[in-house]
């Protein structure tokens, strides 16, 4: 499985969007690093900057040795090898669970890979859904494939977007101890989005404020 | 129920009809996603180009086509030296005229469905490892592609319509050029051609409805699509 890794993410960005500027500087250890704040001071941009789906204007991001942006390098996403986990799921609807579950691990270099479809299957529990559409999943069932589908992309750190904030108090339980499984089995490092206290004390390892 | 003259029409047409929409589709689909995805400058012209044969007069469109294909056209005296090919009265000119036609059609069906992509679905793919090409490949043209096959449907009955711009760029030839509504026309200005007529034009009209009932069904399953997937 995760074989352990611990190693830190160093960040330390900076974005103008629109008529604010998003900053953040922080570095993560292992274990969970919450990146809490109120709603709209850009949490999440700061995951995207992490995943490479959105450019800052200045500054690093680092991953152990491994320079994702910054000194003239800026990785394109698919080479960063970071799972994302989005608040939405963001499932591809034209494929099934199974074909969802597989799609980076099929991209994946196969030395990085560290899970297998089947240890996917049994860590989340979702044996019963790999025939499914995801149009017909429930919200706590499309958030276990969406982490599925990040953990066997073999990624080196694991980013999370609010992924309790759309389901019902009995799913976010499940959730949880799925989270704190990958934080404790797994031993991914986590960055996790969240503007919930009582989320971020269960959860994390330190957290980072996030705010104006 | 039709004569053999009448199926050779029928054939010609549908020859004409599926090698315009075969012309047209990767040049619609590309000028679809340029419009849709893209800020250019000159993107105005390029729009307003693309939607020309729309609102040109077809006659007007046809004789363009023959000041460019013709044996002293800049492009038909291109493809008749280096290839010994001439369109000029022959069914692949009448092809490219019905693929003209269709090209605004097609390049507006196609837009709207690209548009309709769900960008952050691509921005996932990368995420997972998915380079741009392959992430088109496996997440945007897959999505797009009921309304592809949608702007094929109508493109094609709107090839088997065209009239205007064929009979101006490659005349009305029995079994080269004379497809559906140019025999529809032929038979009017012949005396006792009436049961002709009636029959080529109810096939007309079967043709064409078909194919919007079959676009629109295509297209309502895209967004019966999105709509359950809670977009």
């Known amino acids: 499985m995760a074989n352990g890794r611990a190693m830190a993410i160093d960040i330390d960005v900076a974005k103008r969007l629109g008529d604010r500027t998003i900053a953040a500087q922080f570095t993560a250890g292992p274990g969970l690093t919450a990146l809490f704040g109120p709603s709209g001071v850009g949490k999440t941009s700061i995951l995207n900057m992490v995943a490479g789906l959105l450019r800052p204007d200045r500054g690093h991001i680092r991953i152990g040795a491994q320079t994702l942006f910054g000194d003239g390098v800026d990785l394109p996403p698919e080479a960063r090898r970071i799972g994302y986990v989005f608040q939405d799921g963001r499932l591809f609807p034209h494929r099934r669970v199974r074909a969802n579950l597989l799609y980076g691990h099929g991209l994946a270099d196969p030395a990085a890979r560290w899970m297998s479809l089947d240890e996917a299957v049994d860590f989340l529990g979702i ?86 | 129920m039709l004569s053999a003259e009448e199926w050779e029409i029928v054939a010609l047409s549908l020859k004409v009809g599926g090698a315009a929409v075969l012309i047209t589709l990767p040049i619609a689909f590309a000028l679809a996603w340029l419009l849709a995805r893209h800020r250019f400058p000159g993107r105005i012209v390029v729009d307003a180009l693309v939607h020309l044969p729309l609102v040109l007069p077809p006659v007007v469109t046809g004789w363009l086509l023959l000041i460019a294909f013709g044996p002293f056209g800049p492009v038909g005296r291109w493809l008749e030296s280096w ?61 797009a592609l009921p309304g592809v096959l949608a702007a094929l449907v109508l493109g094609f009955a709107r090839s088997i319509g065209e009239f205007g711009a064929t009979i101006t760029f490659v005349s009305n030839i029995p079994g080269e050029t004379r497809t559906l509504p140019l025999a529809i ?47």
């Not at chain 1, 706590?140 to 982490?147: K, L």
């Open chain 2, 185 to 231: 026309y032929s038979a009017l200005q012949v005396p006792g051609g009436e049961a002709m007529v009636t029959r080529l034009a109810l096939l007309s009209v079967a043709l064409s409805l078909g194919a919007l009932i079959l676009s629109e069904w295509l297209v309502r399953r895209t967004h019966g699509e999105r709509a359950r997937h809670g977009d």
């Open chain 1, 127 to 212: 044996g019963g859904l790999l025939g499914r559409w995801p149009h017909s999943l429930s919200g706590g069932e499309a958030q276990r494939v969406a982490i599925g589908r990040a953990l066997l992309r073999g990624p080196d750190c694991l980013l999370l977007d609010e992924p309790l904030s759309s389901l019902d108090a009995a799913r976010r339980g499940d959730i949880m101890a799925v989270i704190e499984r990958i934080r404790d089995e797994l031993k991914l490092p986590i960055l996790y989005v969240s503007h919930d206290r009582a989320e971020v004390e269960r959860l994390a390892t330190s957290v980072v404020e996030i705010g104006e």
């Open chain 2, 83 to 143: 290839f010994g090919v001439s369109l000029m009265f022959r069914w692949t000119g009448a092809a490219l005229a019905a693929a003209i036609m269709a090209l605004p059609l097609m390049v507006r069906a196609m837009r709207l469905s690209i548009e309709g992509i769900d960008r952050r679905l691509e921005g996932a793919a990368r995420t997972l490892g998915a380079s741009p090409w392959y992430s088109f490949w496996t997440i945007s043209l897959p999505l």
